[in-house]
Nanobody, 126 residues
Framework: QVQLVESGGGLVQAGGSLRLSCAAS????????MGWFRQAPGKEREFVAV????????YYTDSVKGRFTISRDNAKNTVYLQMNSLKPEDTAVYYC???????????????????WGQGTQVTVSS
């Protein structure tokens, strides 16, 4: 089983940057695909990015392509989301998620993940 804890959220002006971290505890972290989701007030939780157990496999939702970068450091049991050129529309609670297994796919649905963090708030001011 995996426990996930997000950090790095905060308040930033439009055009600024933030780097989110997700620290994982538990066995076989390197055997999990890792994703980031976000949820704004009054909206459904939506997919942002995913990285496979093999670092070279990543996928992003269209609205963040070219601005966000997902990465992982298996030695540190940590996954990151580097967010650049932030927009007010990016304001949301950001959640880290883990999927069991070493298979690769563009896992964009919440039901495709087995474990979730508590979320970290990102607020982008205009």
């Amino acid at each position: 089983q995996v426990q996930l804890v997000e950090s790095g959220g905060g308040l930033v002006q439009a055009g600024g940057s933030l780097r989110l971290s997700c620290a994982a505890s538990g066995r076989t972290f390197s055997s999990y695909g890792m994703g980031w989701f976000r949820q704004a007030p009054g909206k459904e939780r939506e997919f942002v990015a995913v990285v496979a157990w093999s670092v070279g496999h990543t996928y992003y939702t269209d609205s963040v392509k070219g601005r966000f970068t997902i990465s992982r450091d298996n030695a540190k049991n940590t996954v990151y989301l580097q967010m650049n050129s932030l927009k007010p529309e990016d304001t949301a609670v950001y959640y880290c998620a883990a999927r069991r297994g070493t298979d690769w796919g563009t896992f964009t649905r919440i039901y495709e993940y087995d474990y979730w963090g508590q979320g970290t708030q990102v607020t982008v001011s205009s």
